[in-house]
């Protein structure tokens, strides 16, 4: 629960201070974003105000008044009172300096700006247009216009600060920023001189640490940044919005606890204001954040009572007292038998306690009584001596009285804390920090316990499984695992809770989000520790009430990194193949594909290789998961005619060749989806329903083992298929929304007739789909309808025994809609053929696995991502060869990379390693070297091959190795022409 914002926090400093504030800020995030981005995408880099502005070089009076006298032979007589008064001015302002004095900092800024501004001369001001100069200068006679000067323009400091999305990326970024060229690169003059400036001597970029924050003695731009968060003069109390309502809170959590702790009902009173005494100020409950706040406001050297005390007499305010009615004073003599007051005084004598209290602290608490004598000798004594007597006892008694009486107000606190904060901010966040507030105001965690409970209360297991999905998108984005993802780091933006899928976390409070997510976070680790290595899952279907029943039915709550690491282990763990042995082999003519398209279905790559591969035993296809720069797949590819180094690029090229032809209309085993027509999910495929031969059901089952191939491969395919194939797989039964998502002209046939209220409402939907015959004979208006039913393949069904001679009826409507609906529902299922596809996949990965494997994660794991990431891709990359990443040429390569559009950065992947997806995960991700790359990763850069001139020469790759041999191009727009070159006219996908 302790903030851990500062952790993310870098501090830039040594950055030039003739850039602009955009420019700057821009270089920030484009290398933040490369891994992950800012944390509420806050950069900040201040500018120099004009108290911050250096003073000009002091100027001896001798010279002005050289200068002055000069000036006064020169300029007419009618000019000389504007002259004289601006020699006045300047000499005041060097005085003005002279007197301050200049540090050795100031000097020193001063040299640096001096030496970067022009050494013309500024032109004289120039007249008011009111004033009506007698002597006009001709346009010959005008002097030159002067460059405006560099200091009209506000500058930056030279510093800032930038907090990242996830401390894990803090290395990369800093990295990142340290070989920006925007940042740090060649700063030039106008003297046309250049100087390298090197990164290392001039630009620094720190972490901070808590101590750091907390150290008086740090440095400016962390002091900056931290006064920025809570100072703001556009306000009236000082304060922005989010620190002004932060302390607000504070404030009143004192009279809270109050109420909260307190064993008699809270009195309530006629003020307004709130007025919190010292005793309450020091009340050390749980929800009394104030005294949290003093305790780590405070010097190192100052004790709580004493900084409550400063602030009291310094910002608090008497009390204003409660006039009371005669008859509501309380009378404090004593009283007779009847109750009425006696009219006498009567000393109390002290209590037990108090007398106990006495003997401890030294006081005298027994009432002595005194002979006149005695007190006139103690009161001479006093006189002579020089001690005050009883009259300046309680003077200052009384003063001492007045000032501990003082109470503090909110409007106090709040003027307390912008004077603190202008002192000290570092000691004002860790008071902030204490109360579990982070850098933005937001509080880290639940007040207490009970809090904790009751929020979450609220939780359901939709919102559980969303929660889940966006730590798993936010996780793909970050490339971290969701162990070393941190509860302080998970927000939601309004884009993010707009979308349906998050649309349930809405109004849930940050706080109350974090720990969900910190549960959850507990239980995924419990259960790949304990659970899951453990539990046999095969009896999930069988004993509906066992422990694996009871894991599937929780498989949405456990992240995908979860589900990857057991799956991982459990296919290692059956690989049957030695590496010693050789790996089946089979030969493919690609000439009976020329021309892109197969003839005929027997003549495809997917039916070649399913014959040759029909006599391999299963267990010879089990290997372990590939790695490294040569991995080891299932089976090796050969071309007819084609020499290639290597088994790599081959075997990619032949999943994609396979995809590619599984998608088209050769071989009639998959359907693009009904809604394509309706534009949603276009290109999205389904199985094709219906009666299966024998043939189909041997390439149905090779299909399974293909996608248990690309599983230990690690081979994303490139299939499209919705979400019904793979709850299939998984054993997921159907429901509305997938019906809505494959066939949503049904979908909202079926809407409109179940809404329809009236018969004649009912009719009117009908005549939209049914032919419009008319019953005959009997005057009817509504159209002749029977049960029956268009199929996803357009052949007309029925929808029950003898459907096409029962008639539809408005009594009859809903057993027609629920037939309708059952009707789709059983072809998106298709389960005799998704029964062989099944049954190969078991051949290749135990089926076990995948009851706790939604269908989004396993589409995920076959699939990939149809997104091409260019900042993970290049985060993966090596420069070989004496490349490194801020030569001109490699800038060139990534400009016109981020220039491109999906559809052309996949056809680079696939000029440049034969797959057109490449994995959005890596095992480098859970803070293991980065020789821990999963294959094609990384891709390598470098130099082509032989002399020559670059601007002639074309760019070639090596596939098996995913590396691109880059001519150094002399500019932007001959890198992007060769670019689209290559990817467009590749006629050699195997030139390595």
Avoid at 81 to 86: C, F, P
Avoid at 394 to 421: H, M, P, Q, S
Avoid at 704 to 720: E, K, N, S, T, Y
Wanted: glycine share 6%; with cysteine; charged share 25%.
């Amino acid at each position: 629960t302790v903030p851990t914002a500062h952790s993310r926090l870098l501090v830039i400093s040594g950055i030039p201070m003739h850039l602009e504030q955009s420019v700057v800020k821009e270089a920030i995030r484009k290398a933040c974003n490369m891994y992950g981005g800012t944390f509420k995408d806050e950069v900040f880099v201040p500018l120099q105000e004009k108290e911050d502005l250096p003073a000009p070089p002091p100027v001896p009076l001798s010279s002005l008044e050289e200068k002055h006298e000069e000036a006064q032979e020169e300029v007419a007589p009618v000019q000389g009172g504007e002259v004289q008064a601006g020699l006045e001015e300047a000499a005041s302002v060097v005085d003005d300096a002279s007197v301050g004095g200049l540090t050795a900092a100031d000097l020193e800024t001063q040299e640096l700006l001096v030496s970067t501004l022009d050494s013309t001369n500024l032109p004289a001001p120039l007249a008011s247009p009111e004033q009506d100069s007698p002597t006009q200068p001709t346009a010959e006679q005008m002097p030159e216009e002067a460059p405006p000067s560099p200091l009209a323009t506000p500058c930056i400091k030279g510093y800032a600060v930038v907090e990242i999305r996830s401390k894990s990326k803090m290395d990369d970024i800093r990295s990142a920023l340290l070989s920006s060229k925007a940042i740090m690169g060649v700063v030039s003059y106008e003297t046309e001189e250049l100087i390298d400036v090197t990164s290392e001597d001039m630009l620094s970029v720190s972490p901070v640490n808590l101590n750091l924050l907390c150290d008086p003695q740090g440095g400016p731009a962390l002091g900056d940044y931290l006064k920025s968060k809570i100072v703001s003069k556009d306000t009236p109390s000082g304060l922005t919005q989010k620190a002004h309502d932060v302390m607000t809170e504070i404030f009143h959590s004192c009279i809270v606890s109050e109420h909260a702790f307190s064993l008699e009902s809270p009195e309530t009173e006629s003020h307004e204001i709130v007025y919190l005494g010292k005793e309450q100020i020091s009340m050390q409950t749980p929800m009394n954040y104030l005294h949290t706040f003093f305790t780590n406001v405070k010097g190192p050297k100052k004790s709580f009572l004493e900084q409550v005390s400063q602030v009291l007499r310094r910002y608090g305010v008497p009390k204003p007292a409660v006039k009371l009615k005669e008859s509501e004073k309380p009378w404090k003599g004593p009283k007779l038998g009847n109750g009425k007051p006696s009219g006498k005084k009567v000393t109390q004598k002290p209590s037990k306690e108090k007398l106990a209290l006495a003997e401890v602290t030294g006081a005298k608490a027994v009432v002595q009584k005194q002979s006149p004598g005695e007190k006139k000798g103690k009161s001479k004594q006093q006189e002579k001596t020089g001690k005050p007597g009883k009259e300046h006892l309680a003077e200052d008694g009384a003063k001492r009285e007045t000032a501990e009486e003082k109470y503090l107000t909110l409007e106090g606190f709040l003027l307390f804390v912008a004077d603190k904060t202008k002192q000290d901010s570092r000691a004002v966040w860790k008071a902030v920090l204490a109360c579990g507030y982070d850098l933005h105001f937001d509080r880290c965690a639940c007040v207490d316990t009970a809090h904790a409970v009751q929020t979450s209360k609220q939780w359901t297991l939709s919102m559980d499984c969303a929660l889940v999905d966006y730590v798993n998108a936010l996780c793909r984005h970050l490339a971290i695992s969701a162990a070393r993802l941190h509860p302080h780091e998970l927000y939601l933006r309004e884009a993010e809770l707009a979308s349906p899928a998050f649309s349930c976390l809405q109004g849930v409070p940050l706080e109350s989000l974090r720990l969900r997510f910190a549960l959850l976070l507990s239980l995924n680790n419990t259960l790949e520790t304990f659970f899951l290595p453990l539990v046999d899952l095969r009896p999930s279907q069988t004993y509906p009430n066992s422990t694996a029943a009871l894991l599937s039915r929780a498989r949405r709550l456990m992240f995908y990194d979860t589900k990857v690491v057991v799956m991982n282990s459990v296919l290692n763990a059956t690989a049957q193949r030695n590496p010693s042995q050789a790996a089946p082999e089979m030969t493919l003519d690609p000439l009976e594909t020329v021309g892109g398209e197969a003839m005929t279905a027997m003549t495809t790559q997917f039916c070649q290789a399913a014959r040759q591969l029909s006599i391999v035993p299963s267990s010879q296809l089990c290997v372990k998961l590939a790695s490294g720069g040569d991995p080891t797949y299932s089976f090796n590819v050969r071309f007819t005619g084609e020499e290639v180094h290597g088994t790599s690029g081959s075997f990619r090229h032949f999943l994609w060749q396979v995809c590619k032809e599984l998608q088209g209309p050769i071989l009639n085993l998959l359907m693009l989806c009904p809604s394509a027509t309706a534009n949603r999910n276009k290109g999205k495929y389904i199985l094709r329903p219906g009666p299966i031969t024998y043939g189909e059901e041997k390439l149905l089952e090779f299909l399974g083992q293909l996608l248990g191939v690309a599983v230990r491969a690690d081979v994303p395919l490139p299939l499209d298929l919705l979400s019904p194939f793979w709850k299939g797989l998984v054993g997921l039964p159907l429901d509305e929304d997938d019906l809505r998502e494959a066939d949503i002209l049904t979908f909202n046939y079926i809407n409109r007739l179940a809404e329809a209220e009236t018969e004649s409402d009912f009719w009117s939907v009908c005549a939209e789909v049914c032919p419009a015959q008319l019953q005959e004979g009997e005057g009817g208006e509504h159209p002749l309808c029977s049960f029956t039913f268009s199929s996803v393949t357009g052949e007309e069904v029925e929808l029950c025994a003898g459907g096409r001679n029962r008639m539809l009826s408005w009594e009859n409507r809903l057993e027609y809609l629920s037939a309708i609906r059952a009707l789709r529902l059983d072809e998106l299922r298709c389960s005799n053929r998704m029964a062989p596809i099944k049954a190969g996949l078991a051949t290749i990965v135990p089926v076990q696995i995948l009851h706790i494997t939604s269908p989004t994660d396993l589409e995920l794991r076959t699939c990939g991502l149809p997104h091409v990431d260019l900042a993970f891709l290049r985060s993966h990359t090596m420069y070989q060869v004496g490349l490194m990443e801020t030569d001109t040429h490699i800038e060139f390569f990534w400009s016109s990379l981020e220039s491109f559009s999906q559809d052309q950065l996949r056809k680079f992947v696939k000029f440049a390693c034969n797959q057109e997806r490449i994995p959005c995960t890596c095992p480098c991700k859970d803070g293991g070297p980065d020789t821990a790359h999963v294959p094609p990763y990384p891709m390598k850069i470098a130099p082509p091959d032989g002399p020559g001139s670059p601007d002639s020469r074309y760019i070639r790759v090596e596939t098996c190795m995913f590396m691109i041999k880059l001519p150094q191009y002399s500019s932007q727009e001959t890198m992007t022409e060769r670019l689209l070159y290559a990817i467009n006219c590749r006629e050699d996908p195997l030139s390595g």
